[in-house]
């Protein structure tokens, strides 16, 4: 997650520097259907808050009465909701993007095109193995027998809310700047 | 894990619970030798990689210093290897270009980093900790593949139409992002440069995450940060570097891949006409480039020459038989090396037209970070006072690293200070000061890490006649290759240029004849070593547990360490890696672990 943090501090203060650079940078107006993402990404990191304490709540019962086997319960389902969400959100991404290119913006057209693009593909690709992240603890909370993974669950939940917070970063920085 | 919820209560659960070994002994060719996921395996791939690298590397610098000192000469055979790029073997000014520029990142990024680092950090780390292996061993082979990948990728440059870049390791922008109008080499092959750097990245981030886990979560008991051995102390703090360094690189290269081929401008600025033609780019910043490069640039020094001060402050004790003088001091001085390359990268671009007063600025911490660096040397050399030396090849070298380090970083005070940098950054005083700290030293470092861990690795001793052999004529031949170049800077030869025959450069000619030789000859010298690396393997004497009675973990188990590094058992650490001159059960030191525990 620093290394992530890192390359959008980067990409962003080369976003300061070339918007400095040269008097070619033209607004370009952001596709609404991102504020409707952002919503679903948030609404998915609330879920993926839920999952976690449903999850845990349900390990400690279970620990205590009957071990052997661990109920997922109500748990596992937010989790797949998580994961729907964040798919949905991958698909508006990508619709804003058909969008842009409906108008004739494209990656090369002016700079803050280009960044727009740069920020939401890496950005997008973050949020897919979030997603092959969530779909491999789903796989360890069902087949967990005697061993909830428990540091598998939190650090798959707490790398989504980092997407979620990036993301939140970079919108301000897309509103601001572009 | 996983793997083992269902198997009943394995002997080492209830000691590292969810610390065991998450995958049991392999039995397949492929899995033992190829696609590992043992961390001992992987080192020695990184260390096999870097060893085919830096040859390439050497073999590419001998063919730039026939060039320098015979420039109309052919080079011998060179025309019958490789017709379409040299005709009748004449070297010309864009071929040297290109093999400068490959020469530069091979070393760099692909022996530099993969041996001292990535090679000998992951196959003694988890030993020096007591852990079984990394904290993510398949993250470590992805790691180590896609290290390969980038190499292969960077090595196809050679082989595509018109060969590989030419615009430098730094691949300064525009020249670097225009394409084949920038010259040979700078269409696909300037591609596949940025592309294999950017893959090199992911690798070594990969790798970075898998040292700093493994140090915080996986050392044995008793193994307090405080009592890690110095050379462990390094990759960790390196990986630290890393990790931040390496992830700036990534979306620079990123973006110099999409002005290269999305027509972005990131980097070329509007109205740029090269070879008469206008380049399709509007109002990009060349200059940006420079810094992203440079606040990556400048920490990979450091991840170049940390690990070797780690490991000479870990072997030089074990030779000297006094402990290090000041370890904490050492520690601390690690610690404000790597937070101070992160504010001097601009020291790299005093001559890019940046603003003066941000000149003055980068100065100040490039003058105030060779004081740890000179804390540390003074600390050596202390320990040395008074000791009785073990005048082993491992202990010469860590002896030679002290001297180049020394030699290399005393032209650094001068070039920190802009207005002599001015006159001299163009100059062979910037490749003398730059090759002999970070080129040579870390070299002298990894010949130390090679001595001194190579019983462990291949439980073969490397032969220390041959050894010692080697490392005096290697010695005698750096310097007679680097010193001379330190006067050529003063007398205004500026660097990469392929040929000095104008009327004003002539008279720097014969210095230049004798660097040749001195490379040629220092070059020849390493194939002792190459024999010594390949007879020892098979043939060398066996090695004990501990021959050098050093105090760390790794010479706890034994020479090769078994498949789980402690055969089931684990150590259970009493003492720091510096207990040396101490009256213990086994001689003039303290083990850190005095004996190992039973599992469970």
């Known amino acids: 997650m620093a290394a992530s943090a890192m390359i959008f501090a980067a990409l962003t203060s080369a976003l300061m520097v070339r918007k400095g650079a040269a008097a070619d940078w033209r607004h370009i107006a952001l596709p609404p ?28 019962v279970a620990a205590d009465s009957r071990p ?28 804003a993007w058909r969008e842009l290119a409906a108008q004739g913006v494209f990656l090369a057209s002016n700079p803050s095109s280009s960044f727009f693009y740069v920020f939401t593909a890496l950005h997008g690709l973050h949020l897919v193995g979030g997603v092959i992240a969530l779909g491999y603890l789903i796989w360890r909370v069902r087949t967990a027998g005697d061993d909830p993974p428990e540091q598998a669950l939190g650090a798959a939940t707490l790398y989504w809310h980092f997407l979620d917070v990036l993301w939140l970063y970079l919108l301000l920085v897309l509103i601001l700047r572009l | 894990m996983a793997e083992t919820s269902e198997a009943p209560v394995t002997p080492h659960s209830d000691v590292l619970a969810g610390h065991g070994h998450a995958h049991l002994p392999p039995t397949g060719f492929l899995r033992k030798h190829v696609f590992s996921l043992d961390h001992k395996v992987i080192g020695k791939q990184y260390l096999d990689l870097a060893l085919v690298a830096v040859l390439t590397g050497m073999v590419l610098s001998w063919l730039m210093r026939f060039h320098l000192a015979y420039p109309a000469a052919a080079v011998p055979g060179l025309g019958k290897i490789a017709p379409g ?12 270009l290109q093999l400068m520029t490959m020469h530069g ?7 530099l980093t993969t041996a001292p680092f990535a090679g000998f950090g992951n196959f003694i780390l988890p030993i020096q900790v007591g852990a079984e292996d990394m904290a993510f061993p398949r993250f470590n082979m992805m790691s180590f593949w896609v290290t390969l990948v980038a190499f292969l990728v960077l090595l196809a ?117 090269v070879s008469d033609q206008l380049q399709p780019h509007s109002g990009g910043s060349p200059l940006l480039w420079q810094h992203l490069f440079w606040f990556f640039g400048h920490p990979e020094v450091y991840i170049a020459i940390l690990p070797g001060i780690g490991i000479i402050s870990h072997v030089l004790p074990a030779f000297a038989r006094k402990p290090l003088l000041g370890p904490k001091v050492v520690l601390s001085c690690m610690g404000a090396i790597a937070f101070l390359s992160y504010t001097v990268w601009g020291h790299h671009m005093f001559l890019s037209g940046m603003n003066p007063l941000s000149a003055t600025l980068f100065s100040v911490p490039t003058l105030i970070i060779t004081i740890p660096a000179t804390i540390v040397v003074l600390l050596w050399i202390g320990t040395l006072y008074g000791s009785r030396m073990r005048f082993t090849t491992a202990g010469l070298f860590c002896l030679g690293f002290v001297s180049v380090f020394v030699s290399g970083g005393i032209s650094g005070f001068f070039l920190a200070q802009p207005s002599i940098d001015t006159y001299l950054h163009g100059t062979y005083f910037v490749v003398g000061h ?85 490379a040629l000859f220092t070059g020849a010298v390493q194939l002792i070593f190459l024999f010594n690396v390949f007879w020892s393997r098979f043939r060398g004497a066996r090695a004990t547990a501990n021959p050098w009675d050093a105090t760390s973990l790794e010479w706890s188990t034994s020479s090769p360490p078994p498949f789980d590094n402690f055969g089931g058992q684990h150590p259970v650490v009493v003492n720091g890696p510096n207990e040396y001159g101490t009256a213990g059960p086994a001689g003039d030191h303290l083990m850190q672990a005095p004996a190992l525990a039973p599992g469970g």
């Open chain 2, 434 to 518: 730059f090759h002999f700290v970070m080129g040579v030293a870390a070299m002298f470092g990894i010949f130390a890490g090679m001595f001194f861990w190579f019983p462990k690795m291949y439980g073969r001793m490397l032969n220390e006649t041959l050894g010692k052999i080697h490392f005096i004529l290697t010695l005698i031949g750096v310097y007679a290759i680097f010193m001379p170049m330190h006067y050529l800077g003063l007398a205004g030869n500026v660097r990469r240029y392929s040929t000095f025959t104008d009327e004003y450069m002539k008279s720097s000619l014969p210095l230049h004849r004798f660097i040749t030789y001195a």
């Open chain 2, 157 to 273: 440059s050679f082989f595509v139409h018109e060969g590989p870049a030419l615009s430098g390791w730094t691949a300064y922008a525009p020249l670097s992002a225009i394409g084949k109008a920038a010259g040979p080499g700078q269409g696909t092959g300037q591609t596949l440069w940025a592309l294999s750097i950017a893959i090199f990245c992911v690798g070594q981030l990969l790798g970075s995450l898998n040292f700093i886990a493994t140090t915080l979560d996986l050392r044995t008991r008793g193994m307090t940060l405080m009592r890690m051995p110095f050379s462990t102390w390094a990759w960790f703090i390196t990986s630290i570097i890393g990790l931040i360094a390496f992830s700036v690189l990534l979306p620079a290269c990123i973006l110099l891949i999409l002005d290269r081929v999305a027509g972005t401008s990131f980097f070329v600025p509007a109205g740029l006409v």
């Open chain 1, 33 to 60: 259907i991102l504020y409707f993402n952002t919503v679903i990404l948030v609404a998915s990191s609330a879920t993926a808050a839920l999952a976690r304490r449903r999850l845990l709540a349900t390990w400690i």
């Open chain 2, 105 to 111: 990142t091979i070393m760099v990024f692909f022996v």
């Open chain 1, 68 to 95: 052997g086997t661990v109920p997922a319960g109500t748990g596992l389902t937010w989790l797949y909701v998580t994961l729907g969400l964040g798919v949905l959100f991958v698909a508006g991404q990508l619709a």
């Open chain 2, 85 to 96: 790029v040299a005709a009748g073997g004449i070297i010309t000014p864009e071929l040297y």
